[in-house]
């Protein structure tokens, strides 16, 4: 049951603040300066997640005061609208399943959004190395699909070959595998062709 003093106090209070008596509940001007800094950060989730350092930059880059910019994502943080934690390990999942980047390729992209290093790890650990390497052969399979025909000689072999390593090596790929995983591809991938031809 509610306790009626409390209830008369809070009462009182109310009708003081209305009528502009007493403390204020909050600093309107305060409030009225955070406004236009929340307004460009919500904005900017609404278009995707973002890290701390990220939407810091940005706020920053938009010419807001340094403490009202920490202000409000000290605030967003406590109601859990910006998490590096959730972020990092979305942006992991997200980037390994549909651009197949490798975990070096991954943990560069968040140390550049400025990500500390212990959340990448945790992040970067739902990706193993059975995972990446499946990832890496499907991008080298795919790359391989431009062979329409068996190479006519060692030279068209290497070209091709280097132009499957090279898609590898942008997503992040050690050189060891890339190759590896490049001359399985594009072996299978001639045979395929050669076996096609043979059939028409």
């Known amino acids: 049951m509610a306790d009626p003093d ?7 209070a109310l009708e003081s603040y209305e009528a502009g008596e007493g403390p204020a509940l909050f600093d309107r001007a305060e409030e009225e300066a955070l406004a236009p800094v929340r307004k460009r950060v919500l904005g900017l989730l609404d278009q995707r997640a973002r890290s701390k350092a990220e939407l810091r930059g940005r706020l920053m880059d938009a010419e807001f005061q340094p403490d009202l ?10 109601a859990g609208l910006i ?26 992209e968040l140390r550049d959004k400025g990500v500390p290093e212990a959340v990448r790890r945790d992040a970067l650990e739902q990706i193993s190395a059975a995972d990446e390497e499946a ?3 499907a991008v080298a399979e795919k790359k391989a699909r431009d062979v329409k025909a068996a190479p006519a000689g060692r030279a068209e072999y290497d070209k091709h070959l280097r132009r499957i390593i090279g898609v590898m090596a942008r997503r992040g790929y050690s ?5 590896r995983l490049g001359r399985e591809v594009l072996d299978a991938r001639i045979d395929e062709v050669s076996e096609a031809s043979g059939d028409a």
Do not use: C, T, Y
Not at 6 to 12: F, M, P, T
Not at 69 to 78: G, S, Y
């Open 83 to 108: 998490n590096d934690a959730s972020f990092a390990h979305e942006w992991v999942r997200q980037r390994a399943s549909r651009r197949g980047k490798s975990a070096r390729a991954l943990d560069m």
């Open 6 to 12: 409390k209830i008369a106090r809070l009462q009182a």
């Open 69 to 78: 910019v920490d202000k409000v994502i000290a605030d967003l943080e406590r």
């Open 135 to 137: 990832a890496a052969r």
């Open 175 to 179: 050189s060891e595998l890339s190759m």
